[in-house]
């Protein structure tokens, strides 16, 4: 086959950090042994391309150009020869983009994200052909696919596989952690509700109904917007007062046996962790900040734990597309802006200026 005759596709391509993306026929590989090339029906817009665009990921994207992109949804489009049977052409599929280079302890335990020799589809590793801001996406083996059989609206269904998994694997490890303890009517605390902090309050809601969530936030609208998709016991405004106070007075005496800190910053981790009570767990999932200080007595005097949640493996977004396919989770109603691939450029300012709430998806 000759170079013009080869099959491609569009992309938006990075070429350097702060410039446009620009929009360019990238050839489709020819999938080999376990690979398997998908057909974009969505991808999620992430606040992590953001950083990366912004230079604020030093050494990531590994490759320039690169495409980025790691919350996608599609249809199996090719498959290399080592592919299962059950693996269908056309299939529709979400991708756990947590790839690896070797199996090791964590793989082996089901940990595909937590492997110590990565290769994760948000860091560029795979340059022109990993990343889903494209027509096609090549995966490097299908044990990443999850079946999106019987999800309505594919395209949206792409920000199940981070937006929706992280704060999924996060409201789990809390609840792992107090379950003995947690009794009805305690207090589970979100702290920014915005794309993933939305969907913490529905997975609260989902995997611990006998809890209240209070949700805090420093935008009116994310907080209204949270209350929309899921049950939220009370909303806390950040910039009024002093909202770890109006956090206490919302909880009345019960005990906060979990914060959810989806903005993870040294403001947010020492104003809140106070709160918890004994054996209450503080997980943190953003990465807004680099250090956090705590009280160190309170921490051993109480027992309190400070746990990092990262993203989620394949076994938990399988999970998360089975409680999706009985409609547990609205994942439709956290999606309030669709872009085209031409668009690119736009939604990256949109979501630079923060403009809109929930997620964003471009569906090329």
């Not at 693996?87 to 595909?112: A, C, F, H, R, S």
């Not at 560029?124 to 090549?138: D, T």
Request: contains cysteine; hydrophobic residues 45%.
């Amino acid at each position: 086959m000759t170079e013009e005759n080869k099959p491609k596709g569009r992309a938006a391509v990075f070429r350097g950090y702060g410039q446009p993306f620009t929009i360019e026929e990238v050839e489709i590989p020819q999938p080999k042994g376990e690979q398997v090339v998908v057909r974009t029906a969505g991808c999620g817009l992430c606040h992590t391309d953001l950083h990366i665009w912004l230079g604020e990921l030093p050494g990531v994207p590994e490759k320039v150009p690169s495409v980025l992109g790691h919350e996608p949804s599609g249809y199996v489009a090719a498959k290399g020869d080592a592919v299962p049977d059950r693996v269908k052409i056309g299939m529709p599929v979400l991708v756990q983009g947590g790839y690896y280079l070797e199996d090791d302890i964590y793989t082996l335990k089901g940990l595909n994200q937590m492997a110590v020799k990565k290769s994760q589809s948000w860091t560029g590793a795979y340059g022109l052909y990993g990343g889903c801001y494209a027509e096609y996406f090549l995966v490097p083996s299908y044990r990443y696919l999850v079946s999106a059989e019987g999800l309505d609206d594919l395209a949206a269904a792409a920000v199940l596989t981070d937006a929706g998994l992280t704060p999924y694997r996060a409201v789990k490890t809390a609840l792992k952690l107090v379950g003995e303890f947690a009794e009805p009517g305690d207090v589970v605390v979100a702290v920014g509700v915005g794309g993933l902090g939305s969907f913490g309050v529905q997975w609260a809601n989902v995997l611990a109904p006998h809890l209240d969530v209070v949700a805090v936030d420093a935008k009116e609208e994310a907080l209204e917007f949270a209350r929309k998709v899921g049950k939220i016991y009370a909303l806390v405004d950040a910039k009024r007062g002093d909202p770890a106070k109006a956090v206490a007075e919302a909880a009345a005496g019960r005990k906060i046996v979990a914060v959810l800190d989806f903005v993870g910053a040294e403001q947010t981790i020492s104003k809140y962790i106070d709160l918890l009570s004994p054996e209450g767990v503080y997980v943190v999932v953003g990465l807004g900040g680099v250090r956090g200080s705590f009280p160190i007595a309170d921490l051993v005097i109480n027992e309190k734990k400070i746990v990092g949640s990262l993203w989620g493996s394949v076994a938990d977004l399988t999970e998360v597309v089975d409680y999706a396919r009985r409609r547990a989770v609205n994942y439709g109603g956290l999606v309030t802006k669709r872009w085209k691939l031409d668009e690119i450029n736009e939604a990256f300012q949109a979501m630079r200026r923060g403009q809109y709430v929930g997620r964003m998806v471009v569906a090329p």
